[in-house]
């Protein structure tokens, strides 16, 4: 059902890693499948797609229940509000919308073992979106040193969608060079080598600045 779509991807995400001289093996396809139900998000198993992203904690939990006998890697996306940590922490393998200390806190104490955090970066400076703004960036990791159960894998974000190709480059550009400084602090807690950028519109760009984890929905999926 989805074949057209995802060749379609594949030869776009191979197109902007030549572009850029990348091998397509760093770059890992996340199925965003909040749109969908299960059962359609299921035939992308046999298809080779096995890592899944949601944005709700009821649906994450609901496709998580129906998927229980898979072997899937879970993403949760979105936001996440402090009193639904307790919910969800366990049951998922990356978190991509880290943004402030309290929540930090929330994992922190719910959390039984370390967990996988993208801090979510607020690049472009809207005020109606999550995340860190970038100066606040080095700040807001270093504070996260005395939580033995956040692990800072990468950095996250979004372009927003009225932005022209330009500005979204230049803002994931500037994402990815963040990225690099974290790394280069080498805090044993925020390895950080991993980029969550890009969705159906923009992720040939964020290949292109580096990105290692595409969060794809409409693209698998429409018609
Ligand atoms: C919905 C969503 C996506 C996927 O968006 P598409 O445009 O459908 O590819 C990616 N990231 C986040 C955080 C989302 O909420």
């Known amino acids: 059902m989805f074949e057209k779509n995802i060749d379609k991807l594949k030869l776009n995400i191979s197109q902007a ?73 366990n049951e998922i393998d990356y978190f991509h919308a880290l943004d402030n200390f309290k929540l930090a806190e929330e994992i922190q104490k719910r959390a039984n073992h370390s967990i996988n955090c993208f801090v979510q970066i607020n690049v472009f400076g809207e005020k109606t979106k999550q995340g860190v703004s970038l100066s606040q960036t080095i700040n807001f990791i270093k504070s996260l040193a005395e939580f033995d159960k956040i692990k800072v894998v990468g950095l ?5 969608r009225e932005a022209d190709d330009f500005e979204i480059q230049t803002g994931f550009d500037a994402v990815a060079k963040k990225r690099l400084e974290i790394e280069n602090l080498k805090l044993s807690y925020a390895p950080c080598s991993e980029l969550s950028m890009g969705m159906s519109q923009d992720y040939a760009l964020a290949i292109k600045s580096g990105a290692t984890y595409v969060r794809i929905g409409t693209a698998f999926f429409n018609d």
């Open 17 to 89: 890693c030549k572009a850029s001289n990348r091998d397509i093996k760093d770059v890992k396809v996340l199925a965003v499948t909040k749109s969908v139900s299960c059962d359609t998000a299921k035939e992308l198993l046999p298809l080779g797609y096995n890592s899944f992203a949601e944005n709700r904690v009821d649906s994450f939990l609901e496709k998580k229940e129906y998927f229980r006998s898979e072997n899937i890697e879970w993403h949760l996306i979105g936001t996440l509000q402090r009193r639904k940590v307790k919910k969800v922490i």
């Open 156 to 160: 996250m974000a979004m372009a927003p």
